[in-house]
């Protein structure tokens, strides 16, 4: 348990990168462009790398917010 807490600072940094590389990896979609004039595309459904993507970030989000709790009641 004692060591839990000593490494666990850098799990959460590990984990902080991990979701900003996967939040900046992901495509940029049309978002609010095209409701203010813009031309955005419609709707269009994730898949391959895309996909992958993020699942992944996801999950490691969640990990981050588990590990971020652990810490608060373990700290």
């Given at each position: 348990?004692?060591?839990?807490?000593?490494?666990?600072?850098?799990?959460?940094?590990?984990?902080?990168?991990?979701?900003?590389?996967?939040i900046?990896?992901?495509?940029?979609?049309?978002?609010?462009?095209?409701?203010?004039?813009?031309?955005?595309?419609?709707?269009?459904?994730?898949?391959?790398?895309?996909?992958?993507?993020f699942?992944?970030?996801?999950?490691?989000?969640?990990?981050?917010?588990?590990?971020?709790?652990?810490?608060?009641?373990?700290?």
């Amino acid at each position: 348990m004692n060591t839990l807490i000593k490494f666990l600072p850098y799990i959460q940094m590990g984990l902080a990168f991990l979701l900003i590389v996967g939040i900046l990896l992901q495509q940029r979609g049309a978002g609010l462009s095209s409701t203010f004039g813009g031309s955005g595309v419609g709707y269009s459904t994730k898949r391959g790398a895309e996909k992958v993507i993020f699942q992944a970030t996801v999950v490691i989000a969640v990990l981050f917010i588990t590990a971020c709790i652990l810490a608060v009641r373990l700290g």
